[in-house]
């Protein structure tokens, strides 16, 4: 594909040298000339007005989709446990596909799990597919991803949403590479473009610094992994709809993996996504005896002890109880942020929060944007205080 100047057209008005995200356009004796960076993203050809910039390329023509329909959710579960994520995807599955007016679907894979497809009903899923069979009974990406290629091809969703939990993140971008289609992944919030009726999934970009919203015109299913917490549930407690099993054609030898032992981490805390109060502490901290304060306030509250990057990177909280981006999505009742600057990549965790209290010693501190209450103070002459009062209080 080649892209030019008809030099002749070109009045030299500098639009596209401005247009060019690439600092590939410059005006050469008057006229547009395009150097060696250009990429024929083409924005320079948008904005030429006098016709003057061409390509040989032909435009991308969009596949006919009409007979891809429904919004559909991977029902992510372990050992017969539903997984929280799928039932908040289900709510946003429904919101989806009643802009598109299509129907929403649950894909419930696994050994002897049909009794969780009353509550995917429950929660939003107007059908359930059903896949059960002894090689799916532990997660196995080659055969979940054989499977989910199997109803795909067979039944053709519009959109599939997966949980971004470590099984989803697994598994969505095999599934999208055996369907040929795209992926976003850790979604923030999905749409449906008004005109288009194509989703928009927006999700933090350059480093959290920008949200970019993401389209696919040219492959189906509209594929985007979304974090746990980040979706509210919808229940449908009347709702009735039906189960399809579908037979699988897989077969033990066309997996390449064998599962010899499961080996579960010990737990040592309660699930941070679901807690309803949260004391999380960053840099101001200090150190982990620092974090011990706030272990005796969140033990007042009946609270879980979550933290920034910072505190996690310095060893002061395990990676699991990182909240933010690159962490964990939480919305708690109450999230009670201690000696946290609120940098965006932290608040994008957080900021949904009920209610959120700030403590920080320094009144400017971003975090106080998003707190429905502040306290400017030091966080180890407020953090006690505030322990023993509540401390006093329940005795
Ligand atoms: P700082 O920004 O250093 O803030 C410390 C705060 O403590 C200050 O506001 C200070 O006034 C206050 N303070 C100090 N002493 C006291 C005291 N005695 N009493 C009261 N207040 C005090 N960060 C995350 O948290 N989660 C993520 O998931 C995440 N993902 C990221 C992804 C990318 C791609 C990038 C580039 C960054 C990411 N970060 C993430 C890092 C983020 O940009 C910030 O660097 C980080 O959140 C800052 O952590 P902090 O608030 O603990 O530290």
């Known amino acids: 594909m080649a892209i030019w100047v008809e030099v002749d057209l070109c009045d030299g008005c500098r639009r596209c040298t401005r247009a ?29 007005r006098s016709k003057a ?43 989806l596909a009643k802009v598109l007016n299509h129907k929403v679907s649950a894909v419930l894979i696994g050994h002897e799990v049909s009794d969780l497809a009353k509550t995917l009903i429950q929660f939003g899923a107007d059908t359930v597919y059903l896949v059960e069979h002894e090689t799916l009974k532990e997660y196995r990406t080659e055969a979940y991803a054989h499977v989910f290629k199997e109803l795909v091809t067979e039944h053709k969703p519009n959109i599939l949403l997966m949980g971004a939990t470590h099984i ?50 040219f492959s189906r299913p509209q594929m985007a992994t979304v974090r746990p917490g980040v979706m509210e549930v919808i229940p449908t407690p009347e709702k009735e709809g039906s189960v399809i099993t579908h037979v699988t054609q897989l077969t033990e030898e066309q997996i390449g993996t064998r599962i010899l032992e499961i080996v579960k981490e010990p737990k040592t805390h309660g699930n941070l996504t679901e807690a309803k109060i949260i004391v999380a502490g960053g840099r101001g901290v200090n150190d982990a005896a620092g974090f011990e304060l706030l272990g005796s306030l969140a033990a007042a509250l009946g609270a879980e002890l979550a933290g920034t990057r910072v505190a996690f990177e310095e060893g002061w909280i395990p990676a699991s109880r990182q909240v933010g981006q690159t962490g964990v999505t939480v919305r708690p009742d109450l999230y009670i942020a201690c000696g946290i600057s609120g940098a965006i990549q932290h608040r994008a965790g957080m900021m949904d ?23 400017v103070g030091d966080l180890f002459d407020v953090v006690p205080e505030l322990t023993k009062q509540l401390q006093a209080a329940c005795q």
């Open 20 to 48: 060019c995200p690439y600092d590939a356009m410059e005006i050469r004796e008057g006229k547009a000339y395009i150097g060696e960076r250009c990429t024929s993203c083409g924005a320079c050809m948008e904005v030429c």
């Open 53 to 95: 910039i061409v390509t040989d390329a032909q435009p991308r023509i969009i596949p006919d989709f009409s007979n891809y329909t429904g919004a559909w959710v991977f029902a992510e579960q372990r050992r017969g446990q539903l997984q929280r994520v799928s039932v908040e995807l289900l709510g946003k599955a429904q919101e």
């Open 168 to 217: 989803g993140r697994d598994l969505a971008p095999r599934v999208s590479r055996c369907v040929g289609s795209g992926l976003t992944a850790d979604c923030t919030e999905l749409s449906i473009h008004p005109e288009e009726g194509i989703l928009l999934q927006t999700r933090p970009a350059f480093g959290g610094n920008v949200m970019a919203t993401i389209a696919n015109r």
């Open 353 to 375: 929060s009920k209610f959120i209290v700030a403590i920080n010693k320094d009144p400017y501190a971003p975090i106080f944007k998003v707190a429905d209450w502040g306290i």
